[in-house]
């Protein structure tokens, strides 16, 4: 759009362009109030807790996420000469997760971490910034990633066994089954009858003549 005030512009012209200044500005008033009235529209917890269960996945998946959450456990191992840690060592790390979290976000983030379910529909009845809900999604994950490693530390007979092949199938009874080994040994047993169908139709032909 042309502004108005410039000289030697016809006064029709500059009518025109004063015109379109005043559509303008009433569009992206009416587009700026339209939005404010979304934005402050309140969530159900129904909508709150996808949104949640959606953020935690996208940032175990996207790459800003999985460098933080590499940095933050590769830091606790440095931190511990390099060793893996304990048992004991993970619950007192998971505690102070607590501290990452918001003051706002913090009592709900104590009380429902165990569920992200529950947490995530408590965020219906929160107000916060986004870069507080990305603090607290970073702890939640983050909380959950360091269970999982203690219920693994606690049950190493729920751990798969490494197999040299890594090709594992799973049964019903919770064993693998190296599939390298399996197929060697079904070629074997077809050798085996193959060379005794060999043998029989030797004995059915000698037999017969």
């Avoid at 203690?150 to 019903?172: A, C, M, Q, S, W």
């Avoid at 060697?184 to 169908?197: D, E, G, P, S, Y």
Wanted: charged share 25%.
């Amino acid at each position: 759009v042309k502004p108005t005030h410039i000289p030697g512009v016809k006064p029709v012209e500059r009518l025109w362009n004063l015109f379109q200044l005043y559509s303008m500005a009433c569009y992206l008033m009416l587009h700026f109030r339209q939005l404010s009235h979304f934005t402050n529209l309140a969530m159900s917890e129904e909508q709150t807790t996808r949104l949640f269960e959606m953020s935690l996945q996208e940032y175990q998946e996207e790459p800003k996420g999985i460098s933080d959450i590499d940095r933050y456990f590769t830091t606790l191992e440095y931190d511990n000469n390099g060793k893996q840690l304990s048992v004991s060592q993970l619950l007192e790390v998971r505690k102070t997760l607590k501290d990452e979290v918001p003051e706002n976000l913090r009592l709900d983030f104590m009380k429902y971490i165990r569920d992200t379910q529950l947490l995530g529909a408590q965020l219906a009845h929160v107000n916060f910034t986004a870069q507080e809900y990305l603090k607290l999604v970073s702890a939640t994950v983050k909380w959950h990633i360091i269970e999982q490693e203690i219920y693994d530390l606690e049950h190493p007979e729920g751990i798969p066994e490494t197999l040299p092949n890594e090709v594992f199938y799973k049964v019903k009874d919770g064993k693998y089954i190296d599939m390298q080994n399996l197929k060697a040994q079904i070629a074997n047993m077809l050798k085996f009858v193959t060379r005794k169908n060999h043998w029989f139709c030797v004995w059915c032909v000698l037999n017969h003549n």
